[in-house]
């Protein structure tokens, strides 16, 4: 299993922080809608009683909505990655004046499984970006200019916990678990070639669960995530300097 290709950045700086105790799209799926129903019978007193909440549906396919991120647009609606665990799909929903239209954007194979988790951003044309996992790779998917598109960030790595980062100038930056022997892997898509890359970030007691990943206005990164041995939250900071 090869884990590193080639290093990206000049070095990650690990902080602890607190130690608590122990392809193409298919047909996109028939639009479907439910009534708004309020779910706050009794708020509570304070800041919080000012705000009510509605729940309504965005896919109601049983088996369907585990595994799932948001992001909102520019026009303040909202679009979701997630997985449909009987059919092992990549799904991606969003909501427009027209109401909630869901695609299927990776699976219809049976031999393998898609999920342990999604991370969704959305670009300045609003236009999806996903890195989610397969049966043993990690995997990246992307809408542009009316056609879905589907990469391979690694072929050997059976992985979760990922997060996703889109720079302002088109580079893709991506956190995750390798879960087999418990890394935590980086990864960044060069925008002009389209080229993944990957490091090893951090290989100490069984690192890289539940990842989140910035990337600061300087350039550097920073990925939080916790331990599973000697249980801790972390940060791992960049350098290019």
């Known amino acids: 299993m090869k884990l590193v290709r080639s290093l990206l950045v000049g070095s990650f700086f690990l902080l602890l922080l607190i130690s608590p105790n122990p392809s193409t799209a298919s047909s996109e799926v028939p ?22 909440w509605f729940t309504h549906d965005a896919d109601t396919t049983s088996g369907r909505g585990r595994h799932n991120d948001i992001a909102v647009d520019t026009n303040g609606y909202p679009h979701i990655s997630y997985i449909d665990e009987g059919t092992a799909d990549l799904m991606y929903a969003y909501q427009d004046p027209g109401g909630w239209h869901r695609w299927i954007l990776d699976g219809h194979n049976p031999t393998e499984t898609i999920g342990w988790g999604t991370a969704l951003v959305l670009d300045g044309e609003n236009d999806p970006h996903i890195l989610y996992f397969g049966s043993s790779d990690v995997r990246y998917m992307f809408k542009s200019g009316g056609g879905c598109y589907k990469e391979v960030v690694e072929p050997t790595l059976i992985a979760d916990g990922g997060d996703i980062f889109l720079g302002s100038d088109g580079t893709v930056y991506a956190s995750y678990h390798e879960a087999l022997t418990d890394l935590l892997i980086y990864s960044e898509r060069d925008k002009n070639t389209g080229s993944w890359s990957s490091v090893l970030v951090d290989d100490v007691k069984s690192p890289g669960h539940n990842t ?28 290019d300097g």
């Open 212 to 239: 989140s990943l910035v990337v600061k206005d300087n350039g550097d990164r920073a990925i939080s995530y916790s331990r599973y041995e000697d249980p801790a939250l972390l940060i791992a900071e960049s350098s």
């Open 31 to 52: 639009e479907e809608q439910s009534p708004v129903q309020p779910v706050l019978a009794n708020a509570p007193e304070g800041p919080s009683a000012l705000i009510t």
